[in-house]
């Protein structure tokens, strides 16, 4: 029973400089990796049925979440325990348009696919379950290279496997191996050949690399696991993404294992959320004459997203506040700390245990991680305002962020994705 406590290894976003045409959503998080879209005209009511179902593909066991570019969808499946599977469908029919496949046996506990791609105009990018990483041609389907980043850096598989998407930046792609000597490593985009790594942050978590701009300069910002005694600390750290200098870290705030990846917010703040007892932390970056510090703003252990990254808008953080240990359901959070509002304090009894959240044309889309029922929520500081619900989706561990490309939003559990129009519903 305990093993199936320990859920929150499943999605770790990052943040990628990924330009992609309007209404893309060509990583984890949509185009600028914070779950954030910019598309309008969405409905505001839905008829009692919620929005139509354009198409349904079934898919293999798992978390990773859909990419789209260019009206095709992408995921990386897993066909059952023997292989990972690069998918390719088109986005107004769900037709399947290509596949690529690769040798990728073994499983851990909670198995499955993990993240989304990330999709550039001519190349995709992924990172599967076991550490294989590869860059993909969109035309010819076949692999330009691969490598294994635990292989490589000696590592044994994570106990729940390697769960993240890569990053781009300039002509780089980077991950985080979590190796001592490599926890996070930059290589050529074009090649596949290293270009640079980091020393240690701590031990394997499940936190990605996500890109920030913090007084005026591009970092990487990244989340190290502490050891469940103690005796290794986990830091969080901004680093450089042009060489791999780490700029700053922050020992303040630990996780054993970590999830939500830092969000970067005005006023040079970073915000660290997740499960496991750790709660939440705000930081304030600074930089005086080349001399980076990270100043710790407030703690709280009433806050904390075990798996889902939070979304910032009007001024607050709107988050699923759920872990193993408490369930306070969605939450909406001040800049200092105060919460204004959470669902277990109201009428509303779900929790939405630890489903994914997206925002587009102020309305949040909340997707029960155990219901599988998607909520439309009106966010608002101060009280939760729900505008309609739907049961879309069936079983257990509905944990995979969604997507939304052109009005059509993408849903999957851990036997199906769904393809709703929420413009025309």
């Known amino acids: 029973m305990r093993d199936l406590r320990i859920v929150g290894w499943v999605l770790c976003g990052v943040l990628a400089v990924c330009p992609a045409f309007a209404g893309d959503w060509p990583q984890m998080g949509g185009p600028d990796r914070n779950n954030l879209s910019s598309e309008t005209g969405l409905a505001r009511e839905w008829p009692s049925a919620g929005p139509k179902v354009l198409w349904t593909v079934p898919l293999g066991a ?21 292989k990972d599977i690069l998918r390719c469908f088109a986005l107004d029919s769900g037709q399947e348009l290509w596949t690529f496949a690769y040798d990728a046996p073994g499983n851990v506990p909670h198995g499955g696919s993990r993240t989304a791609p990330t999709v550039t105009e001519t190349h995709v990018y992924t990172v599967g379950l076991f ?44 991950v985080a191996p979590q190796a001592p000597e490599a926890f996070v490593a930059a290589y050529n985009q074009a090649t ?68 939500p990846f830092p969000t970067a917010l005005p006023g040079d703040r970073v915000f660290i959320t997740g499960g496991y007892k750790a709660g939440s932390a705000m930081l304030q970056i600074a930089q005086t004459d080349g001399a980076w510090t990270a100043t710790e ?34 939450m909406c959070l001040a800049l200092d ?19 994914p959240l997206l925002l587009a044309d102020g309305l949040v889309f909340n997707l029960d991680g155990k219901k599988g029922t998607l909520h439309l929520v009106a966010p608002s500081p101060e009280e939760f305002k729900e505008l309609g619900s ?32 929420v413009v025309n519903p």
Not at 63 to 76: H, I, K, N, Q, T
Not at 137 to 146: G, I, L, S, Y
Not at 157 to 164: E, I, R
Not at 218 to 234: F, H, M, N, R, W
Request: a negative charge.
């Open 62 to 82: 798992g978390y990773a979440s859909p990419s789209v570019r260019d009206g095709e969808v992408y995921v990386l499946d897993r066909e059952g325990d023997t």
């Open 131 to 174: 550490g294989d990483f590869l860059c993909v041609d969109r035309k010819t389907h076949a692999p330009v290279w691969q490598r294994n980043i635990l292989k490589e850096n000696g590592l044994g598989v994570p106990m729940w496997g390697v769960s993240q998407a890569p990053l781009l930046y300039g002509d780089l792609v980077i």
């Open 192 to 259: 596949g050949e290293p270009v640079w790594k980091t020393s240690s942050l701590g031990v394997v978590g499940y936190s990605t690399p996500v890109l920030a701009k913090l007084c005026g300069v591009d970092q990487i910002l990244q989340v190290g696991a502490s050891t469940k005694g103690g005796e290794t600390k986990g830091l969080t750290a901004g680093i450089s993404p042009v060489d791999g200098k780490i700029l700053w870290t922050y020992d303040g705030w630990q996780c054993s294992i970590p999830i």
């Open 297 to 330: 703003l407030w703690k709280s252990a009433d806050i904390g997203s075990q798996i889902q990254q939070p979304l910032f808008f009007g001024d607050h953080l709107y988050l699923n506040s759920n872990s193993n240990e408490r369930e306070d359901g969605m």
């Open 337 to 355: 700390g105060t919460i204004t509002w959470k669902t277990k304090d109201s009428w509303f009894t779900n929790t939405f245990e630890r489903g």
């Open 390 to 421: 739907v049961k879309i989706l069936s079983g257990k561990e509905i944990w995979a962020p969604m997507a939304l490309s052109n009005g059509k939003l993408l849903v999957r559990s851990q036997s199906e994705m769904k393809c709703l129009d």
